[in-house]
Structures are given as C-alpha cells and as structure tokens.
T-cell receptor
Framework: DTGVSQDPRHKITKRGQNVTFRCDPI?????LYWYRQTLGQGPEFLTY????????KSRLLSDRFSAERPKGSFSTLEIQRTEQGDSAMYLC????????????FGPGTRLTVT | GEDVEQSLFLSVREGDSSVINCTYT??????LYWYKQEPGAGLQLLTY?????DMKQDQRLTVLLNKKDKHLSLRIADTQTGDSAIYFC??????????FGSGTRLLVRP
C-alpha cells in the first residue's frame, strides 16, 4: 500500500464522452502529480500541484484536460470530449519531501476510449 | 530536453544476477530512481540514489551511478521468478517531476 488510492480503477467510455478520475492520498502531502502511461512506454508527466496551486502543466495536457485539487488533499482529472488517443493508464503520485525525495504512485486508472 | 534511455529486454536464469542499465541526459538531476511494475499494476518504488553518491546497496539491490557518463545501473542479486517485471529508471528534474525511461522487461527463466 503506497498510501494513494485512485478511483475508478478501470473506465470504458465512448469517444466524445467526458470522464473524471479521482486521486486520494491517505495523508496530507504538499505535492501531488499526475502522469499518463501508454502501452509499452514509461509514465509521462501531465501536471502537478503544490497544495491547491497547479504549478506546472505539460504540453501533453491539451485544453480538453483539466485538473483540480480544491482543498489541497484529493485531486481530480477530467477529460472532456474523449478521443481514442486518450486511452492510457492515468497515474497519481505523491511526493514525500522533507528528508527524502520519494514519489509514491497509486494503482492507476485505466481508461479505454472506444 | 531531458531524456532517459534503457534497453528493452533482459533475460536471466533464476539465481543469477541481473543488471539493468540506464542513461540520462540532465546533469542537474538530484535524484535517480528505480521503479518496478508488474502486469496490470502501478509502479513500486524500489530504490533511489542521490546524485552525490556513486553506490547504494539495499538487500539484493545495488545501484551504481556514474555521474560523469550519466549512467545508472540496477543490479539484482540472486534473481527470482518473482522479480520478473518491467523496471523503469527515472530522473528527477529541477521542478521535482520524474522523467522516465521506456522500461526494461526482465524475464527470469527457471
């Protein structure tokens, strides 16, 4: 158990529909990251939050993607008007800062767009 | 830009040592990481090394870092069938996000 849960674990949707994923760290962490992993590749950075503030967004994050972390705890990632190319595993990670620089990942949400 | 490269595949016999190699480009990386991913699962942090170290040992795992050549390796001693998985090397950039390689698939033969 990494201390990060994600919901749902799997999502199948039709092209053009909107989807929302949720990431819940068990305890408070300053930094929360979203990554995307496609088949046969390593995870790619999408965006990250320091508390409630979204500090960086990758160029992979088109205007169809939006992420929030309203109270500095859980986070949501929404994809509007999904496309087949959005099919991937969406991973959330928390950063253990202070004395150690460890990023722990949740189990991911696998999205399939048909 | 930053780039991390790994060989795609490694096959070893059970009980042998495995060595997985990685090269990276960002000389300002402060930490370098190894993650393990089993089929259908998330990423498990195995170990990491601070850039001012050249070696770190943790039970069966040994990480070697050659900062001059920007080369990182992970050695798994006495490899077991349960070690079969994909291993990802990652560097942390200046904004604390991870840049991953494409992963090395390790197959352990009985």
């Amino acid at each position: 158990d990494t201390g990060v849960s994600q919901d749902p674990r799997h999502k199948i949707t039709k092209r053009g529909q909107n989807v929302t994923f949720r990431c819940d760290p068990i305890s408070e962490h300053n930094r929360l990251y979203w990554y995307r992993q496609t088949l046969g590749q390593g995870p790619e950075f999408l965006t990250y939050f320091q508390n409630e503030a979204q500090l960086e967004k990758s160029r992979l994050l088109s205007d169809r993607f939006s992420a929030e972390r309203p109270k500095g705890s859980f986070s949501t990632l929404e994809i509007q008007r999904t496309e087949q190319g959005d099919s991937a595993m969406y991973l959330c990670a928390i950063w253990e800062g202070a004395d150690k620089d460890e990023q722990y990942f949740g189990p991911g949400t696998r999205l399939t767009v048909t | 830009g930053e780039d991390v490269e790994q060989s795609l595949f490694l096959s070893v016999r059970e009980g042998d040592s495995s060595v997985i190699n990685c090269t990276y480009t960002d000389s300002s990386s402060t930490y370098l990481y190894w993650y393990k991913q089993e089929p259908g699962a998330g990423l498990q942090l195995l170990t990491y090394i601070f850039s001012n170290m050249d070696m770190k040992q943790d039970q069966r795992l040994t990480v070697l870092l050659n900062k001059k050549d920007k080369h990182l390796s992970l050695r798994i001693a006495d490899t077991q069938t349960g070690d079969s998985a994909i291993y990802f090397c990652a560097e942390m950039d200046s904004s604390y996000k991870l840049i991953f390689g494409s992963g090395t698939r390790l197959l352990v033969r009985p």
